[in-house]
C-alpha cells in the first residue's frame, strides 16, 4: 500500500525550522504541515555513546510537542551530527569553528548520521541514518570562498553537500545523498509507513 494512502486520516506534521528538511519531505509527494522550531537545544550527555546521539536528539526535539499530538496526528523530528575523528561537529558557533571544521574534513572522511523520531500520541519510534563522507584536500581560499558567500553556521559540519563546497570539494559518498543534506527520505517512507500499519493494526 502506498503512504499516501496509509496517511488517509492522519495529519503528518514536521516540526523543523530547516528548510533543506522541508524540501526534501516535500519530495515524497505526502501532504504535511510545518510546525516550526525555535531555539532547539541541542545539547546531550557529554559521556553519551556517539552513535546514540542523533536518535537522542531526535527524540528530545520531539517533547515540546508532545501535549499537541492526538491520535491522529503524526509528528516527525530530527537532527544531524557530523563525526570526524572521533569528534561530534554540531552546527559552528561562528565564522572561526566554521573554518576549524571546514580545516578538519578537508581530505579526510567523516560520518554523516541523522536520527529521526517519529510520534504520535500514544508512542514513537526512532531510527538512524549513516553516510560515510570524503573531501578532497581543500585549499584555504576555497574554505574562505565557501564561508564568504554561502551559511555555514546553520550546517552540522559547517557545509551544504547541495551548495558549491559540495560540488567542488566532495570525491565520493557511501550512502544515502538526502541524508547528509538533513533527511534520510528513503529509509523515512520505509519507517514511516511501517509507525502508521502497526498503529492501525493497534486501533482495529
Not at 54 to 76: E, M, N, V
Not at 147 to 157: F, N, R, T, V
Request: aromatic share 10%; hydrophobic share 35%.
Amino acid at each position: 500500500m502506498l503512504l499516501q494512502e496509509l496517511l488517509v486520516g492522519y495529519k503528518l506534521v514536521l516540526a523543523s525550522g530547516s528548510p533543506r528538511r522541508k524540501e526534501l519531505l516535500g519530495g515524497l509527494n505526502i501532504p504535511f504541515e510545518v510546525w516550526p522550531t525555535e531555539h532547539d537545544d541541542e545539547s546531550f550527555p557529554s559521556d553519551m555513546d556517539v552513535n546514540m546521539i542523533p536518535q537522542y536528539l531526535a527524540r528530545k526535539k520531539s517533547l515540546p510537542f508532545t501535549s499537541k499530538l492526538g491520535s491522529s496526528t503524526i509528528l516527525i523530528t530530527s537532527d544531524t551530527i557530523v563525526v570526524c575523528n572521533g569528534l561530534v561537529l554540531g552546527k559552528p558557533a561562528d565564522i572561526a569553528e566554521a573554518k576549524g571544521m571546514l580545516k578538519l574534513l578537508s581530505g579526510n572522511m567523516h560520518t554523516v548520521v541523522t536520527g529521526v523520531c517519529i510520534s504520535s500520541g500514544s508512542r514513537s519510534t526512532t531510527f538512524q541514518s549513516s553516510t560515510n563522507v570524503y573531501f578532497r584536500n581543500l585549499s584555504t581560499d576555497e574554505i574562505d570562498y565557501y564561508i564568504e558567500h554561502y551559511s555555514p553556521l546553520d550546517k552540522a559540519g559547517a557545509y551544504g553537500i547541495q551548495e558549491w563546497i559540495g560540488y567542488v570539494g566532495i570525491e565520493r559518498i557511501e550512502g544515502s545523498y538526502f541524508n547528509v543534506m538533513g533527511l534520510p527520505v528513503q529509509r523515512l517512507y520505509v519507517e514511516l509507513a511501517s509507525f502508521l500499519q502497526n498503529n492501525n493494526l493497534s486501533h482495529d
